[in-house]
């Protein structure tokens, strides 16, 4: 269930709880979206590995960019 969401420069980022797959590793789905002309440009990628699951819209460079670079929020405590 996405239940988080954060907006930076026009691009909203939702993501999920941490879910745990078949080998004993944690990841975390991404979903970043953005308007466009005809409709949303989206993007769908995980933690650890970032590797892009689907994208419509989004260039080549902003899938490029560094971890550190994606607009994640971290909450303060």
Do not use: C, W
């Not at 969401?5 to 953005?34: A, C, P, R, W």
């Not at 995980?46 to 971890?67: D, H, I, M, N």
Request: net charge negative; no cysteine.
């Amino acid at each position: 269930m996405k239940h988080f969401y954060t907006e930076i420069e026009n691009i909203t980022l939702v993501f999920d709880d941490i879910k745990t797959n078949q080998d004993g590793m944690d990841s975390i789905s991404l979903h970043f979206e953005k308007p466009i002309e005809d409709g949303f440009a989206f993007l769908d990628t995980s933690l650890p590995t970032l590797y892009v699951e689907k994208t419509y819209g989004f260039s080549a460079q902003f899938q490029r960019r560094k971890p550190q670079d994606h607009y994640i929020h971290r909450p303060h405590g």
